[in-house]
């Protein structure tokens, strides 16, 4: 098992060093805004965890309601990791819980969507794997069973917005079930690790962060 952090430009500036310091074992990094535009700190994060030989992937939050939008999103963040030399097999999230755009689409036109990111991401050599809230699979969002050979990271927050610090161990019986083993876990969106100002999503990795970008090191 691993602990890592997934972060943005909402966490403004980083200290990478302190964020090692305190045992971080993965990073995943906002890749591309809603507007197409690179995150604010994209390359300073990525600058940071390849300092410290910290393994990181990305994730991209998906707002795409046509299959060409899916697409664009999809060649958005491709295109983001070349500019960057981040290597082939570097692990691209697709982050699917954006109830106001992706609930009414049905569960068929948003598969269709997932499939569609999941070709492009896959052909130019990248890994995709699939994030959601909880929520998104009790409500059956989209069939799962048709991503059953990507991985698979979900949140659920149990201890009701309350700070936890990345030290503190997650309550493993309030792992979310799904019917399939878990890539990983974001277990709180209050966490606090050293190094960062305010709130930090923290997560479990029950395998191993492979796939990305690297270092050349892999948590143990």
């Given at each position: 098992m691993w602990k890592g952090i997934d972060v943005s430009d909402n966490q403004g500036t980083i200290d990478w060093s302190k964020v090692a310091a305190a045992g971080v074992q993965f990073a995943i990094l906002r890749s591309?805004?809603?507007s197409g535009k690179t995150d604010y700190q994209f390359a300073a994060n990525l600058a940071g965890c390849r300092k410290y030989n910290i393994p990181v992937a990305v994730y991209k939050y998906t707002y795409a309601t046509t299959e060409g939008q899916?697409?664009?999103?999809?060649?958005q963040v491709i295109d983001l990791l070349q500019q960057h030399g981040m290597a082939a097999g570097t692990m691209v999230w697709w982050d699917v819980e954006d109830r106001n755009t992706l609930q009414a689409l049905g569960s068929a036109k948003l598969t269709a969507l997932i499939q569609t990111a999941r070709t492009v991401i896959e052909a130019a050599g990248y890994r995709f794997g699939i994030y959601v809230g909880l929520y998104v699979y009790s409500e059956d969002w989209f069939d799962f069973n048709q991503f059953a050979a990507s991985p698979l990271w979900v949140a659920r927050y149990y201890n009701n917005y309350n700070v936890m610090q990345f030290d503190d161990e997650p309550d493993q019986d309030r792992k979310p079930e799904v019917?399939?083993?878990?890539?990983?876990?974001q277990y709180t969106s209050t966490g606090r690790v050293p190094g960062i100002n305010?709130?930090?999503d923290l997560d479990i990795c029950y395998q191993c962060p492979a796939g990305t970008d690297d270092t050349g090191t892999e948590p143990g």
């Open positions: 591309v805004r809603r899916a697409q664009e999103e999809a060649r019917g399939r083993a878990l890539w990983g876990w305010g709130d930090a």
